[in-house]
T-cell receptor
Framework: NAGVTQTPKFRILKIGQSMTLQCTQD?????MYWYRQDPGMGLKLIYY???????DKGEVPNGYNVSRSTTEDFPLRLELAAPSQTSVYFCASAVSGDDQETQYFGPGTRLLVL | GQSLEQPSEVTAVEGAIVQINCTYQ??????LSWYQQHDGGAPTFLSY????GLEETGRFSSFLSRSDSYGYLLLQELQMKDSASYFCAARRTGRRALTFGSGTRLQVQP
């Protein structure tokens, strides 16, 4: 199993550009999450999904959109990039029925908006 | 709202024991998790407590006191590779998402 994979690893965007951060997991996990992590800080939840077709907002959803058409994929869309969106983005997944809510993280996408 | 407080930095020497504290204010608190993150890496799960008491996993142990809204991660026999950031994260009842603290950077010195 590859686990949780994210592409791209690194991207530079100009202000106002848009892009999609890709996230795929091959563990058949129902739950998937998007976080952002600013330097020296903890993870802030952007959006999460409890299954295909179901998404919900986290703490910092403004400026982002998500969709979940399959169990495996959970892309994150930035429509109008702003410098405040410069961050490292982590995707994570978790299996339903796990009382511990153990989350498995992808390697992250480092985004720089100039 | 929700908040989790952790010390920002802790320094210890190889072979020693270190405790990283976490206090939380979380409505509908369900459980507390701990994650490790090396520089440039992804967070990885270490431990979880839903009930009061100590959970031991090898050199790492985690403790929870629900009445005090407090938990800690205990790292024994510190090794250089334990130098990393450690995050506590709270789970709320009925919500499949975690709220993370700001993290504690542990530096292990020879």
């Amino acid at each position: 199993n590859a686990g949780v994979t994210q592409t791209p690893k690194f991207r530079i965007l100009k202000i106002g550009q848009s892009m999609t951060l890709q996230c795929t997991q091959d563990m058949n996990h129902n739950y998937m999450y998007w976080y952002r992590q600013d330097p020296g800080m903890g993870l802030k939840l952007i959006y999460y999904s409890v299954g295909a077709g179901i998404t919900d907002k986290g703490e910092v959803p403004n400026g982002y959109n998500v969709s979940r058409s399959t169990t495996e994929d959970f892309p994150l869309r930035l429509e109008l990039a702003a410098p405040s969106q410069t961050s490292v983005y982590f995707c994570a997944s978790a299996v339903s029925g796990d009382d511990q809510e153990t989350q498995y993280f992808g390697p992250g996408t480092r985004l720089l908006v100039l | 709202g929700q908040s989790l407080e952790q010390p920002s930095e802790v320094t210890a020497v190889e072979g020693a024991i270190v405790q990283i504290n976490c206090t939380y204010q979380t409505s509908g608190f369900y459980g507390l998790s701990w994650y490790q993150q090396h520089d440039g890496g992804a967070p990885t799960f270490l431990s979880y407590n839903a009930l009061d008491g100590l959970e031991e996993t090898g050199r790492f142990s985690s403790f929870l006191s629900r009445s005090d809204s407090y938990g800690y991660l205990l790292l024994q026999e510190l090794q250089m590779k334990d130098s990393a950031s450690y995050f506590c994260a709270a789970r709320r009842t009925g919500r499949r998402a975690l709220t993370f603290g700001s993290g504690t950077r542990l530096q292990v010195q020879p």
